[in-house]
């Protein structure tokens, strides 16, 4: 889940920052740049996003595994 949504964040931040650029009529190397050092930091944010959010739902499907069986355990 860290990889998609790293991808996701970074290709939002790459086009917002491209568009950013485009209406302020800037140069494209200036939008390369610009946008290049704005990907990778989003892009690190949205993996960091990505394995919090896939620890909390592995999290939370374990525990449901657990108490369901404990419940049928309980039924015997």
């Given at each position: 889940?860290?990889?998609?949504?790293?991808?996701?964040?970074?290709?939002?931040?790459?086009?917002?920052?491209?568009?950013?650029?485009?209406?302020?009529?800037s140069?494209?190397?200036?939008?390369?740049?610009?946008?290049i050092?704005?990907?990778?930091?989003?892009?690190?944010?949205?993996w960091?996003?990505?394995?919090?959010?896939?620890?909390?739902?592995?999290?939370?499907?374990?525990?449901?595994?657990?108490?369901?069986?404990?419940?049928?355990?309980?039924?015997?």
């Open positions: 889940m860290g990889r998609t949504y790293a991808a996701c964040l970074g290709a939002i931040a790459l086009s917002g920052s491209i568009v950013s650029g485009l209406l302020a009529n140069s494209p190397d200036s939008i390369l740049i610009q946008s050092t704005v990907l990778f930091p989003f892009a690190g944010l949205g960091f996003v990505g394995q919090a959010a896939d620890q909390a739902v592995r999290h939370s499907v374990e525990m449901d595994f657990r108490r369901r069986v404990e419940q049928m355990k309980n039924k015997e």
